[in-house]
């Protein structure tokens, strides 16, 4: 089922690069082809012109109050995987984390997630925990998250990447099309050093499917994971965030020193004494 509805998916990307083509021969020139494809319904945004007439997203968006975990005794919330369908294979090495994590297993300073590390979370873990802002651009919608991590969805018509050309990133290959005011983002070929959750990773068989509409002063973010290698059936939830009108959201870098107070350099291999002078760091 899930090679049938990639196929689907590929196919309708296709069928929406092909319409830009045509336009493109029939307008002569890019402009006017972006235009025509434009009237597309799903195509929307192709233009800096038609950019306007996008539902307004401005402003930054924060997580709202998160959920409490179902369990308050096991320790394992929603953040941290608790309300995922995991195999019992990986349900079990979840809690095992989480226990070394508490210092139950004799082992101290455990990194909690990649953001321990200085590592990006990675999609879909990374939009649950920090604001971030939306950038509009012909045929792209760009996310720009509080911890310095980006994600670029193309919105031009493109299909993913082929099989042949993949080469995974933390954020994974997205595209996206329009359905009225909400934006509907497919993802595929994420590093399976990504995180799914707080201390949780990825394959290469993660697929997310999300839904990103405005309702009012909120933004809602229906997802869908799949993963035949870790759940036993598909994650479905929904994230809320508040629209805050300040200032926009001050990126934060990891630096060296960052590095170092995080991760702890043993944790990290890393010599982070300054060089010599004359010494080749």
Request: aromatic share 8%; glycine share 10%.
């Amino acid at each position: 089922m899930q090679d049938i509805a990639r196929v689907t998916r590929l196919a309708a990307g296709a069928a929406a690069a092909v319409l830009i083509a045509v336009c493109a021969l029939l307008a002569g020139t890019g402009d006017a082809a972006a235009a025509a494809a434009d009237s597309h319904p799903g195509l929307r945004g192709q233009t800096w012109d038609s950019i306007k007439r996008l539902p307004d997203w401005s402003g930054v968006w924060a997580p709202s109050r998160p959920l409490l975990p179902r369990n308050p005794g096991s320790g394992t919330g929603f953040v941290f995987g608790g309300d995922v369908p995991l195999k019992p294979k990986y349900a079990a090495m979840r809690d095992e984390r989480m226990a070394a994590v508490r210092g139950e297993r004799g082992q101290d300073k455990i990194p909690l997630s990649n953001s321990g590390l200085c590592l990006p979370n990675g999609t879909p873990a990374n939009m649950g925990p920090v604001a971030h802002e939306y950038l509009f651009s012909p045929g792209r919608v760009t996310i720009l998250l509080e911890n310095s991590e980006i994600r670029r969805i193309w919105t031009d018509g493109r299909p993913h990447v082929p099989d042949d050309q993949v080469n995974p990133s933390f954020s994974g290959d997205s595209i996206g099309h329009w359905e009225g005011d909400t934006l509907v983002v497919d993802t595929i070929n994420i590093f399976p050093e990504a995180e799914l959750y707080i201390g949780g990773r990825v394959t290469e068989k993660t697929h997310v499917s999300e839904r990103i509409t405005r309702v009012g002063n909120r933004m809602r973010i229906d997802t869908v994971v799949e993963d035949p290698e870790l759940f036993a059936k598909p994650w479905v939830y929904t994230r809320w965030y508040d629209h805050e009108k300040g200032p926009p959201i001050d990126y934060n870098s990891c630096t060296e020193g960052d590095r170092a107070k995080k991760g702890e350099e043993t944790l990290l291999n890393i010599d982070f004494n300054a060089p010599k002078e004359g010494q080749q760091k």
